[in-house]
């Protein structure tokens, strides 16, 4: 559909989640860089296997707790 000819409107999804915690699953950390660059936009953590997702959210409940 539209997403094909359509640009990705990252900043504006950026700014709507605001300071939040995220993760960027699958290869490469393009939406982590693009996060970085855009004040108050969410601290996105890239994971490129389902280990390393596994492995964010453990760390996450030790923080947490």
Do not use: C
Request: proline letters at 5%; aromatic letters at 8%; hydrophobic letters at 45%.
């Amino acid at each position: 559909g539209w997403q094909l000819y359509s640009s990705v409107r990252w900043t504006d999804v950026m700014n709507v989640l605001g300071p939040v915690d995220a993760v960027e699953v699958g290869p490469g950390n393009v939406l982590q860089g693009i996060a970085r660059r855009i004040p108050n936009a969410a601290h996105v953590r890239s994971a490129g296997t389902w280990t390393q997702v596994q492995a964010l959210f453990e760390k996450k409940s030790v923080v947490s707790a």
